[in-house]
C-alpha cells in the first residue's frame, strides 16, 4: 500500500512538473515572415538524418522569391552563404532576447546583397563563411523586406527555414510557442508499434526479440494493440506521425506520453532543445530498425547514454517490469502542438515462460566503448577512439575482393573513426586517381573525403558499412546552355553552364572573364553554373569566358568562349 501511494506520488510530481515546465513566450512580439496563409512543409523537432528539424519549413506556394519580411525590430547580426546546409541564411537579433533565421534564400534584400557580393568578390568565392555584425551595420525595422524565399543549401524544394532561438544559449525553440500556428485539426496517426526486451529474462510473446504488435484504428483517434504475454523489462516504440490541413506532408508529433494503469511512466516534447545535444536522436529511435528499414520508432523508454533535455520526469526511465500473473494496461499518448491528441492501448499479461536465454553473438571484433580500439585486415586498418560507440558491443570486419565491410551500418556512433587503406602496391600515377567510397547495399558508391599521405589513404567517416578504394580516370564534362562560341549574348541577364561529372563527383570550379575571377552560384541539385551580368561592368564588346572544374581527385576540364557584348 506505501509502495502505491509513493507511486502515485510521483505520478502527481510527474502531471504538475509537466503543468509548469513550460517557459511563457510573447505571442504577439513576432509577425509572420511572409505575406501568405501559413501552411508547413515541415514542424519544429520532426525526426531527420542524426538530427532534430530545428525550425518550421514554411511553404512558398512552390515558387521561390517571395519577399520575406522582420517580423519585429532588430539588426543583422549574421549572414552566411553556403553550397550545402542553410544555403543562404540570414539572422536577426532582436531586442527581447530572441534571434530569428531565415534559410535556403535565393537571394537578400539590395542593399545587403550588395555587400555580400562585394565578399564573394574580394575573397573569389561563393562560399561566404559566417560573417557577424553590430548593431549599427544593418538595423531592420519590423515588416521590412530582408530577403527573398529560396531552395538554397541542402534543401529539398522551394520553402522558407524558418527559426527562433534563444540568443544568449543559442537553444532553438519551437516557434509555435510565439504565435505562428497553422491550422490543424488532425490528430496524429499510428503506424507500428514495437516492443523490446530489455532484460536478460525479458519475454515477449515467449520470445527473446523486439515484436511488432499488430495495432488497429478503432475510431475516435484511438487504437487497440493485441494482448502481450510478457516477462521481465520491457520497453515500447512507435513509428508515428502528424499532419496539418492543406499539405499532405508526414510531420512530427509535439509530445509523447506512456501511462500504464493510468499513472504516467514517460514523456517528452519538442519545446526546446540545443544543437549540441541533436545527434541523440540516434538514442532516442530504434536506430537499427531504421537502418533497414527507413521508418523511424520512437522509443518510449531513456537509455542511459541518452543526453537529450527533451525527456520530462521518467519514471524508472520509461521501462515497465512486468510481475508474473498481473495485469497491465499501457496507454501510448502522441499530441501535436495544437493539442489534437492519439492514443493506442496495449493490454499485457505478465506470464512466466520457460524459453532458454539466449546467448549474445560474438565476434573477435570486440568494443568496448570507453577504450581506443584498432583492428587490421589486410592492407584495412580502422581504428575507434575511446566513446565512439554508445555501448559495448561486437561488429563484424573482413576485407574480401577490396571491400573493405565494417559491419552493418546499424550502430549509432557518437563521433568519427579513421578507415585506412595502405596503397603501397599501386603505381604513383594509379594513386593519384583513387579514391575512399562508401558502397552502399543496392552495390551503387559515392566518394568519400579522402586523404592521402605517402603509401597511405585515409578518411574519417561516422558510419559503419563496406568502404573500398576506386579509380577516378575521367574528366567532368562542361554543356554550354544557354549561349554558344562567338555568340552575341546583348540580351541575356546571365551566362548558364551545365557541369557534371559521373565518378568522384565535382570538387571545385573557377570561372574568368577577360582573366577577371566571377561569381558562378551553383545549383548542385540541377549541375547548372549562372554568371549574373549585373555583377559587373565589361568593357568593350568582345569577352572570353573560362571555366575550369575538377573532380575529387584532381582530373580536370578547361574551356574557353567568346562571347560578345554591347
Not at 515541415?42 to 512558398?60: C, M, Q, V
Request: aromatic share 14%.
Amino acid at each position: 500500500m506505501r509502495k502505491f501511494k509513493y507511486f502515485l506520488f510521483l505520478a502527481f510530481l510527474f502531471v504538475s512538473l509537466l503543468t509548469y515546465s513550460q517557459q511563457q513566450y510573447p505571442q504577439h512580439y513576432f509577425s509572420s515572415p511572409l505575406k501568405i496563409p501559413i501552411t508547413l512543409a515541415g514542424t519544429f523537432g520532426e525526426l531527420r538524418a542524426n538530427h532534430f528539424h530545428s525550425g518550421l519549413d514554411i511553404k512558398t506556394l512552390g515558387k521561390e522569391g517571395l519577399k520575406v519580411y522582420a517580423p519585429a525590430d532588430g539588426y543583422i547580426s549574421r549572414i552566411k552563404v553556403s553550397q550545402w546546409g542553410y544555403g543562404k541564411a540570414l539572422y536577426i537579433t532582436h531586442p527581447n532576447g530572441y534571434t530569428t533565421v531565415y534559410a535556403h534564400l535565393s537571394r537578400f534584400a539590395a542593399p545587403i546583397q550588395a555587400y555580400i557580393k562585394k565578399v564573394q568578390y574580394r575573397k573569389q568565392s561563393y562560399d561566404t563563411g559566417n560573417l557577424f555584425f553590430g548593431p549599427e551595420k544593418f538595423r531592420i525595422k519590423k515588416g521590412q523586406v530582408i530577403a527573398y524565399t529560396g531552395d538554397t543549401g541542402s534543401s529539398g524544394g522551394p520553402h522558407l527555414h524558418f527559426e527562433i532561438r534563444n540568443t544568449k544559449s543559442e537553444k532553438v525553440i519551437n516557434p509555435m510557442f510565439f504565435g505562428v500556428k497553422p491550422t490543424d485539426t488532425k490528430a496524429p496517426v499510428f503506424k507500428k508499434l514495437m516492443v523490446y526486451p530489455l532484460s536478460n529474462d525479458a519475454r515477449i510473446n515467449s520470445t527473446a526479440t523486439k515484436t511488432i504488435i499488430p495495432i488497429k484504428n478503432i475510431g475516435n483517434n484511438t487504437y487497440v494493440g493485441d494482448r502481450i504475454m510478457a516477462s521481465g523489462v520491457i520497453g515500447f516504440g512507435v513509428d508515428v506521425f502528424d499532419q496539418l490541413n492543406g499539405a499532405p506532408n508526414h510531420n512530427g508529433i509535439y509530445s509523447l506520453e506512456m501511462k500504464v494503469n493510468g499513472l504516467p511512466m514517460y514523456y517528452h516534447n519538442v519545446e526546446t532543445f540545443s544543437f549540441q545535444e541533436s545527434k541523440y536522436i540516434n538514442l532516442l529511435i530504434d536506430y537499427s530498425y531504421f537502418a533497414k528499414y527507413r521508418n523511424r520508432i520512437q522509443k518510449t523508454y531513456k537509455t542511459n547514454s541518452n543526453k537529450l533535455s527533451i525527456y520530462k520526469n521518467l519514471i524508472n526511465n520509461g521501462k515497465l517490469k512486468i510481475e508474473n500473473g498481473a495485469s497491465y494496461q499501457v496507454e501510448i499518448i502522441a499530441k501535436d502542438f495544437k493539442g489534437n491528441t492519439s492514443t493506442v492501448k496495449i493490454p499485457i499479461k505478465g506470464v512466466e515462460t520457460t524459453l532458454l536465454f539466449k546467448t549474445k553473438d560474438t565476434t573477435p571484433y570486440k568494443i568496448t566503448a570507453k577504450n581506443f580500439t584498432k583492428f587490421k585486415q589486410k592492407n584495412v586498418t580502422v581504428a575507434f577512439p575511446k566513446n565512439t560507440f554508445y555501448e559495448d558491443c561486437y561488429l563484424d570486419f573482413e576485407v574480401a575482393d577490396n571491400i573493405a565491410k565494417i559491419h552493418e551500418p546499424t550502430i549509432p556512433l557518437d563521433k568519427s573513426y579513421t578507415l585506412t587503406f595502405d596503397v603501397s602496391n599501386y603505381s604513383e600515377s594509379q594513386k593519384k586517381q583513387l579514391y575512399i567510397a562508401n558502397v552502399t547495399k543496392k552495390n551503387s558508391s559515392y566518394y568519400v573525403t579522402t586523404r592521402k599521405k605517402e603509401n597511405i589513404m585515409y578518411t574519417l567517416v561516422k558510419n559503419l558499412g563496406s568502404y573500398t578504394l576506386k579509380s577516378d580516370t575521367q574528366s567532368p564534362t562542361i554543356t554550354l546552355v544557354n549561349f554558344k562560341n562567338n555568340q552575341w549574348v546583348s540580351k541575356l541577364n546571365n551566362l548558364k553552364v551545365k557541369i557534371t561529372d559521373s565518378d568522384s563527383g565535382i570538387d571545385i570550379y573557377r570561372a574568368t572573364i577577360d582573366n577577371q575571377w566571377v561569381l558562378m552560384e551553383y545549383n548542385h541539385k540541377k549541375g547548372i553554373l549562372t554568371y549574373d551580368f549585373n555583377d559587373k561592368k565589361l568593357v568593350g564588346s568582345k569577352h572570353v569566358f573560362k571555366l575550369a572544374v575538377s573532380d575529387n581527385v584532381g582530373n580536370t576540364k578547361n574551356i574557353s568562349v567568346t562571347f560578345f557584348r554591347k
